[in-house]
Structure formats: structure tokens, C-alpha cells
């Protein structure tokens, strides 16, 4: 659960711009923390994480966090596409809910990734690995 503070300024990004909930700037701030400590991890250092980088922790969050079904509850909360990521990321900069440099911009997430195919292909059986059943003579 996240602090006080938090939610009072979610609360008010949504008074206005109403097109995500809660749960998605919740999980947003869940997947910068799970994508920075990631990446400090690999290259044993702190440092500011690039759009792109985001997208691919966040995907990896989101599939780890909720399986076959992610697609499904990033919509319920509004993220349909990676530019509704970038929205909630600079909704969240602009009420200094996360840091940015003057190299950031909303274009670093427009068409990052498709969601069908990140959040559908993991859990979609691969044909070409399906065999013919033996045959069993009586």
C-alpha cells in the first residue's frame, strides 16, 4: 500500500485526467521500483533509467505480477498501449511523484511495444513444438 501523501496526489492527477485509476499509477510506481532495482542490479550502479527500459521492466512486471490475464487488467485500469504508460509516467513527473531529465519525453513510449503480442505470445502454445499422437496398435 502506498503512503498517504501518494494517494492524495493520485487522487488528484485523476480529478484531472480521469483516464487511468489508481491501481494503474499504483502499479506503475510498483514497476519503476522493480525495473530500477533491476537494471542497478546489472550494472551495479544507480542511475536514471531511459523510457525504453521502463517499457521492458514494466512488461516484464506486468507478466510476472499477473500472467495470461495481464493484457486484461492493464485495460481494466486504462493502460491499453505503451503511450498510456507514457501518460501515467508524466502525469506522475509533473506532480513530482517520479524524476525526469530534459532528455525524457512522452515520444520515448509511443508505439514501444505491441501489447497483444508482449502479453498474449508468452502464454500462447507454440505450434511448431506440437506432435502427432503415437499410434497404439491393438
Not at 487511468?20 to 499509477?25: K, P, T, V
Not at 517520479?98 to 519525453?105: A, C, I, N, R, V
Not at 509511443?110 to 503480442?117: A, E, L, Q
Amino acid at each position: 500500500m502506498k503512503d498517504e501523501q501518494f494517494i492524495t496526489t493520485v487522487e488528484k492527477i485523476i480529478n484531472n485526467d480521469p483516464r487511468f485509476s489508481e491501481e494503474a499509477y499504483e502499479f506503475i510506481s510498483d514497476a519503476v521500483i522493480y525495473t530500477t532495482q533491476r537494471i542497478e542490479k546489472k550494472a551495479n550502479t544507480t542511475r536514471h533509467i531511459s523510457g525504453q527500459e521502463l517499457l521492458e521492466g514494466i512488461k516484464h512486471f506486468a507478466i510476472s505480477q499477473f500472467g495470461p490475464l495481464t493484457q486484461e487488467v492493464l485495460a481494466t485500469w486504462g493502460i491499453t498501449d505503451t503511450i498510456s504508460i507514457g501518460h501515467i509516467v508524466f502525469n506522475m513527473v509533473d506532480h513530482h511523484l517520479l524524476g525526469s531529465t530534459e532528455e525524457d519525453s512522452i515520444d520515448d513510449f509511443k508505439n514501444g511495444f505491441d501489447f497483444n503480442t508482449a502479453f498474449t505470445a508468452p502464454f500462447t502454445p507454440d505450434e511448431t513444438k506440437k506432435t502427432t499422437p503415437p499410434v497404439i496398435d491393438l
